[in-house]
């Protein structure tokens, strides 16, 4: 079955360190792969997206996210972070068939020490 | 453009009550997804319209949660009765119709309900 695994449930680093998310899915074929971010008591907002090309992918807020095929890995980067990023950050990933679905990880709390 | 409308933002109710959530999606996007989110997890498919039908209600508990999508814009989803594992975050997404971006997805600020 498809899943997104987030092995990381939550992360602290210092207020401009560079920030790693991991993200790895299991899915057949190459499939569209999203990352959002969640700020307390609001909904979620894409930060970037993977559909196709350059497996390097510029996002919104500095983020950026590489796509590995040979690692099945979907891993979400910034080389800076800002005590505003502290948020929860989750991984998901888009399927065909019947519908268009879309199967969130579990998240990652990204916590900024001053 | 406008978001995502949901309402209301936060409820309390007891158990083998109901409640009614509303969302008013992005003027112009026909699809629309209601996802619980339980506390510590990620969100959850309940129910997926494209326009006023349903697409996909797999993992709705269909003995107790139904929804809506009347005129294929607004959309209520409905728990009754509510037992005590339904507290979670109910998010209501749109998304437009468009080939190049099938899956992004655009969030309410979600309806906290708390069961007691």
């Known amino acids: 079955a498809q899943s997104v695994t987030q092995p990381d449930i939550h992360i602290t680093v210092s207020e401009g360190a560079s920030l790693e998310l991991r993200c790895n899915y299991s899915y057949g074929a190459t499939p569209y792969l999203f990352w959002y971010v969640q700020s307390p008591g609001q909904g979620l907002q894409l930060l970037l997206k993977?559909?196709?090309?350059?497996?390097l992918v510029q996002g919104i807020k500095g983020f950026e996210a590489e796509f590995k095929r040979s690692q099945s890995s979907f891993n979400l980067r910034k080389p800076s972070v800002h005590w505003s990023d502290a948020a929860e950050y989750f991984c998901?990933?888009?399927?065909?068939?019947?519908?268009?679905?879309?199967?969130f990880g579990a998240g990652t709390r990204l916590f900024v020490k001053a | 453009e406008a978001g995502v409308a949901q309402s209301p933002r936060y409820k309390i109710i007891e158990k083998r009550q109901s409640v009614a959530f509303w969302c008013n999606p992005i003027?112009?996007?026909?699809?629309l997804y209601w996802y619980q989110q339980i506390l510590g997890q990620g969100p959850k498919l309940l129910i997926q319209?494209?326009?006023?039908?349903?697409?996909?209600d797999s993992q709705l508990p269909k003995d107790r949660f139904s929804a809506e999508r009347l005129k294929g814009v607004d959309s209520t989803l409905k728990i009754q009765p509510a037992k005590l594992e339904d507290s979670a975050v109910y998010l209501c997404?749109?998304?437009?119709?468009?080939?190049?971006?099938?899956?992004?997805?655009?969030f309410g600020p979600g309806t906290r309900l708390t069961v007691t």
């Open positions: 993977y559909f196709s090309g350059d497996t």
């Open positions: 998901a990933v888009g399927l065909q068939g019947g519908g268009f679905k879309t199967i």
């Open positions: 997404a749109s998304s437009p119709f468009r080939a190049s971006a099938p899956y992004e997805q655009y």
């Open positions: 003027s112009g996007h026909a699809t």
């Open positions: 319209f494209q326009n006023n039908g349903v697409v996909d």
